[in-house]
């Protein structure tokens, strides 16, 4: 199956600051990309549809100054999260789907710890 | 509105015993259905899918599930649980209605506990 990879796997940072994520499809383009946040024993929340070319649409309660998403080609969506606090502190995942939107596929996720 | 539900947060078996997870569903149309796994600090892992075709759905690691239009189930299931079975795993739901873009709407997971 097509491979998505998240980047960093692990970040520790200090309050206030910035933290970037990468999520790439190896092996397929994607238009669009998703990205989700899990806390500890919980469901996936999605905060967001990312889009090549174009604004991201985010999911009721998320902040969009907060979390920013760039979709700057067919391979690569990011997700910063803006002035990091310790409530940020999640794990991060994101997924592709095929290009006939039958099936999604999960980059690995982003443990992010603000402290 | 879409929704899943996996009504139970956790499930114990003893090695060897089947094992069922289970998982229903309510969305405008016809549904794709999915079910992933997930290891601690791991991202989900792909078990298996309905998009059409048999009810019942074979996929990895000998897991399947069957499609139930008229109770509105996708139970997950497996003839004989392994104790590496234990994980989160979740069912999701996409609609398959046209502008469909791949989003997908997931159950509240459930603990599948194998015990030796």
């Known amino acids: 199956g097509a491979v998505v990879s998240q980047h960093p796997s692990r970040v520790i940072c200090k309050s206030g600051t910035s933290v970037k994520i990468e999520c790439r499809s190896l092996?397929?383009?994607?238009?669009?990309m998703f990205w989700y946040r899990q806390f500890p024993k919980k469901s996936l929340m999605l905060m967001a549809t990312?889009?090549?070319?174009?604004?991201?649409?985010?999911e009721q309660g998320v902040e969009k100054d907060k979390f920013l998403i760039n979709h700057a080609s067919l391979t690569l969506s990011t997700l910063t999260v803006t002035s990091a606090h310790p409530e940020d502190s999640s794990f991060y995942i994101c997924?592709?789907?095929?290009?006939?939107?039958?099936?999604?596929?999960f980059g690995p996720g982003t443990r992010l710890t603000v402290l | 509105a879409q929704s899943v539900a996996q009504p139970e947060d956790q499930v114990n078996v003893a090695e060897g015993n089947p094992l069922t997870v289970k998982c229903t569903y309510s969305v405008s149309g016809n549904p794709y259905l999915f079910w992933y796994v997930q290891y601690p600090n791991r991202g989900l892992q792909f078990l298996l899918k309905?998009?059409?075709?048999?009810?019942l759905v074979k996929g990895s690691y000998g897991f399947e599930a069957e499609f139930n239009k008229s109770q509105t189930s996708f139970h997950l299931k497996k003839p004989s649980a392994l104790v590496s079975d234990s994980a989160l795993y979740f069912c999701?739901?996409?609609?398959?209605?046209?502008?469909?873009?791949?989003?997908?709407?997931f159950g509240q997971g459930t603990t599948l506990q194998v015990k030796p």
């Open positions: 999701a739901v996409s609609s398959r209605r046209a502008g469909n873009t791949g989003k997908l709407i």
């Open positions: 990312s889009n090549e070319g174009s604004k991201a649409t985010y």
């Open positions: 092996d397929f383009q994607a238009t669009t």
């Open positions: 997924s592709a789907p095929d290009q006939h939107y039958n099936e999604q596929f």
């Open positions: 309905y998009i059409t075709g048999d009810n």
